[in-house]
């Protein structure tokens, strides 16, 4: 499966965005989604998953509660929701595709969109 980020930005602290990534080439309810987001000098972190069918959800600690995952398999795309978003949330956002169940590693996923940056200022 292709996979297609966007929705990036720059906000302010306390802001929201709403990411999204275009799936394309295969089954995209067959995968399971991940988002993963890298920030200056640190390597890549899990910040939230969901099943193909999107009947379960993970999320990192650091954004539980301000963050939500969804799909649309109707319309092969899928979403992260950001919401209060903070200085320490600015990193390159990836979203990353699983055949079969979720995973929190990044080392799982074989397909990977391009990355989106989102900047929080404070």
């Known amino acids: 499966v292709q996979l297609q980020a966007s929705g990036g930005g720059s906000v302010q602290a306390g802001g929201s965005l709403r990411l999204s990534c275009a799936a394309s080439?295969?089954?995209?309810?067959?995968?399971?989604l991940g988002w993963f987001r890298q920030a200056p000098g640190k390597e890549r972190e899990f910040v939230a998953v969901?099943?193909?069918?999107?009947?379960?959800?993970n999320y990192a600690d650091s954004v539980k509660g301000r963050f939500t995952i969804s799909r649309d398999n109707a319309k092969n795309t899928g979403y992260l929701e950001m919401n209060s978003l903070k200085p320490e949330d600015t990193a390159v956002y990836y979203c990353a595709a699983r055949r079969t169940w979720i995973s929190f590693s990044a080392g799982d996923y074989a397909s990977w969109g391009q990355g989106t940056l989102v900047t929080v200022s404070s």
């Open positions: 969901t099943s193909g069918s999107g009947g379960t959800t």
């Open positions: 080439g295969r089954t995209f309810s067959n995968y399971a």
